[in-house]
């Protein structure tokens, strides 16, 4: 199994990413409503329980399994796409800095380390 050391630099950039997130959660519930005609229920539960998700994921981070909840909540963000379809790519936007602020911060502090 790979070695997953967790950087202060990968919370940071990891949390940053899920902090934003959870604001574009957040805001697709009244989206999925007003605009979609979603039930009142699921525009909650989606939007607000993938918001909560994000902040509790960010406040993990400082565990290997904080990445892996943060890589479902990528998942999850991309799935809220068939509630409201814009999400499909604000989810893939979402993903991919998710994926691009680990690699960036691994290499950085692994570069600095020398």
Do not use: D, H
Not at 33 to 46: C, F, N, R, S
Not at 63 to 80: E, K, T
């Amino acid at each position: 199994m790979m070695n997953f050391a967790v950087t202060p630099g990968m919370r940071r950039l990891g949390a940053s990413v899920l902090g934003m997130e959870a604001i574009v959660a957040g805001l697709i519930t009244p989206v999925a409503i007003a605009v979609v005609g979603a039930e009142p229920w699921l525009a909650v539960t989606v939007g607000i329980g993938l918001a909560v998700l994000c902040v509790v994921a960010a406040g993990l981070l400082k565990r290997p399994f904080g990445y892996v909840l943060g890589s479902l909540v990528q998942v999850l963000a991309i799935c809220a796409g068939f509630l409201v379809p814009t999400m499909f790519f604000l989810g893939a936007i979402f993903a991919a800095l998710w994926i691009t602020a680990i690699m960036v911060a691994r290499r950085v502090e692994g570069a600095t380390s020398r």
